[in-house]
């Protein structure tokens, strides 16, 4: 039979890794963002607009004009 000491040892040993994991997903979220910044001002700098967010925008726009 485990222990109270074995237990409560159990679930701070689990606490600490459920804080691990939620830490790594907020620095990923911020990477993330960082990366997507940075595709977004290197596609700007090539002057290249094919695919993003801006140029499906724009493409709807320029069609919703034409009709």
Known sequence: MQSRVHLSLR???AGFWDRERIFYKHVRS???RFRLALNA???WLRGDWAGTHWA???ANAQARRAV
């Open 11 to 13: 679930f701070l040993y």
């Open 30 to 32: 911020h990477f993330d």
């Open 56 to 58: 499906r925008l724009l």
């Open 41 to 43: 001002a290197a596609s």
